[in-house]
């Protein structure tokens, strides 16, 4: 993509210095070098349904606890890059994704992220224990909402939803769908706010 972008900018530069009064050739020097730019300034793909906020906002209080009963709330992760996933059982699409959740968080523990998996499901917290020990999920903590408050709280309709939350505490963006978070457009998406 980068060298198809750098021949792109090359012709573009060629069409500005022979033809400059020519419009089409200054439209099309200008719109390679507008794609290049990202590129050059170290720029990434949002991740497919990726969904940016325009201003970041304040999350809302959302509690939630561990599967031994532990009650917390996301302020217990406050100065941490947050990754809140709220998820069911019975979608076959938010199970698919917690592998990758799992390799996600052992991949970036050390850095600051927090995965934060929470079930809404009522059955307690057996059946999500077994899901993860099944699934062979080490790195991620099971968290559990029977209530089902935390997708009320930010309005999740459809799981999976995922939100990112910088340090602050801010909604940056979010998505609802399943993805594999170790594409590249992702792990770039999280590796940004990590490293902000």
């Not at 996600?104 to 850095?111: C, S, T």
């Not at 939350?165 to 590249?184: C, F, H, K, M, Y």
Request: net charge negative.
């Amino acid at each position: 993509m980068e060298i198809l972008a750098l021949l792109l900018v090359g012709a573009g530069i060629v069409c500005l210095v022979l033809c400059i009064r020519d419009v089409a050739a200054l439209m099309f020097a200008a719109a390679a070098g507008l794609w290049l730019i990202p590129i050059l300034v170290g720029g990434h793909d949002m991740p497919a349904g990726f969904v940016a906020q325009d201003e970041p906002q304040p999350a809302p209080p959302a509690a939630f606890k561990t599967a031994s009963g532990k009650p917390l709330t996301l302020a217990d992760f406050r100065g941490r890059v947050v990754l809140l996933n709220i998820w069911a059982m019975s979608c076959v699409p938010c199970q698919s994704q917690i592998p990758s959740f799992d390799r996600l968080q052992a991949l970036y523990q050390g850095d600051g992220l927090a995965v934060l998996a929470v079930s809404v499901d009522d059955t307690g917290s057996t059946a999500v224990r077994r899901f993860y020990h099944q699934a062979g999920i080490r790195a991620l903590t099971p968290y559990l909402d029977e209530t089902g408050a935390t997708g009320i709280a930010f309005n999740a309709h459809k799981f999976p939803t995922t939100l990112l939350i910088d340090r602050d505490g801010n909604v940056v963006g979010s998505l609802t769908t399943a993805v594999q978070w170790e594409s590249p457009d992702t792990l770039a998406l999280i590796r940004h706010y990590l490293d902000s």
